[in-house]
């Protein structure tokens, strides 16, 4: 991946985001425990819901990869004029603070950030009442296998 995760750190994530989700206390102390050198599970967590939701708002906008430099610097002009793109940054370097100041094995604070990632992937779907949390999840899983 290219924004600071590695495939792994992506798939042990969105594997705490499905634990979350389905308040398996068992899984997320598993995950929590970790190895050697990785990353606390809450700022793990935090970590990854940059990463997902810079991966929505892209879309969102219609970055391709395809597209000029000049194109690249209108669309970032757009991103940076919407309150929506602010307030998401804004939202993700909270979570990125709380998680890298929560304890490595706090379940509730991986939890609530969890459900926060969550309902922020949730929020720029089309409709977010009705997205189903789990597939969602499974689409950002193969996307992390299809992107290493």
């Known amino acids: ?32 425990a970790g190895g050697p050198g990785e990353r606390t599970l809450p700022a793990l967590v935090a970590e990854y819901g940059e990463h997902a939701m810079d ?24 991103v940076s004029a919407n309150i929506g793109a602010r307030m998401s940054a804004l939202l993700t370097q909270a979570l990125k603070a709380w998680g890298t100041s929560a ?3 706090d379940l509730v ?16 779907t089309e409709d977010p009442s009705k997205t189903e949390v789990l597939p969602l999840l499974a689409t950002f899983r193969s996307y992390a296998l299809s992107n290493p």
């Open 109 to 124: 604070a991986t939890k609530a950030i969890a459900h926060v990632v969550i309902d922020s992937m949730r929020a720029v």
């Open 1 to 32: 991946m290219t924004d600071g995760l590695t495939v792994d750190e992506a798939l042990r994530a969105l594997a705490a985001l499905e634990a979350a989700w389905k308040d398996d206390d068992e899984a997320l102390s598993a995950l929590a």
């Open 55 to 78: 991966t929505l708002m892209a879309l969102a906008f219609g970055l391709r990869s395809s597209m000029s430099d000049e194109e690249i610097a209108e669309l970032s002009d757009a």
């Open 103 to 105: 304890a490595p094995d």
